[in-house]
């Protein structure tokens, strides 16, 4: 009998050169943003950071702020934005949805900042979209994989990604265990925003035959 496959999209390692060149989308951001505060003074502008810095997925959260701080040493070296030096603000939600949504308010109400990077929990991004769009701050998702935090229903939608998203990566993931050979296809998940948009990308398809979840 054919073993079932476990399909779990869960969180890889990921290279500080790679934040590095996503955080270059949000230059683009931020060179239209900035423009706004374009005086004759070298006031920086401000950049936030709203990731988990000290619980079980720090690490994720010191990734992105290395990369973060890698791009913006690079645009300051060479003169900033506008002439204006880039500054990083960097909050800790600790995957904490309401600490999220905290910072949001926070680091939206300083008067110098364009844009906001996210971390890597779907949950916490999700609970933040209502603060994030009343205030009007863009938000580059830097590993949150979820599709509704883009696919939002916000319009003007202030939201933008440069990671993968779950109604991409689930039916790679399905057609490469069916191509592997596999007929029945077992689906653990978590019970949260996350799990929930990975079922669906990876049921959308209707490729399996059988599944179950395993909570």
């Known amino acids: 009998m054919r073993a079932w496959p476990i399909i779990v999209h869960g969180h890889k390692k990921i290279r500080f050169r790679c934040i590095k060149r996503c955080f270059a989308a949000a230059v683009a951001m931020t060179l239209i943003a900035a423009a706004a505060f374009a005086v004759a003074d070298d006031r920086p502008v401000l950049i936030g950071l709203d990731a988990d810095m000290s619980s079980l997925s720090a690490k994720s959260g010191e990734a992105i702020r290395r990369g973060v701080v890698l791009a913006m040493d690079?645009?300051?070296?060479?003169?900033?934005?506008?002439?204006?030096?880039?500054?990083?603000?960097?909050?800790?939600?600790r995957g904490n949805p309401a600490?999220?949504?905290d910072n949001i308010e926070e680091l939206a109400a300083m008067a110098d900042l364009v844009a906001i990077v996210g971390g890597i929990h779907t949950p916490v991004a999700l609970y933040e979209l209502e603060t994030i769009h009343r205030a009007g701050v863009l938000y580059l998702g830097a590993w949150a994989a979820g599709t509704p935090i883009v696919d939002n229903g916000f319009d003007p939608n202030y939201v933008f990604r440069v990671s993968v998203r779950d109604s991409f990566a689930?039916?790679?993931?399905?057609?490469?265990?069916?191509?592997?050979?596999?007929?029945?296809?077992?689906?653990?998940?978590?019970?949260?925003?996350?799990?929930?948009?990975?079922?669906k990308a990876m049921l959308a398809p209707s490729p399996i035959r059988e599944w179950q979840v395993s909570a």
């Open 170 to 199: 689930g039916p790679y993931l399905v057609a490469a265990a069916k191509r592997a050979g596999h007929e029945r296809l077992g689906l653990m998940l978590e019970r949260t925003g996350w799990g929930r948009s990975n079922e």
């Open 99 to 101: 600490r999220g949504r």
């Open 74 to 93: 690079e645009i300051n070296s060479a003169g900033g934005v506008l002439g204006r030096p880039l500054k990083l603000m960097v909050r800790d939600h």
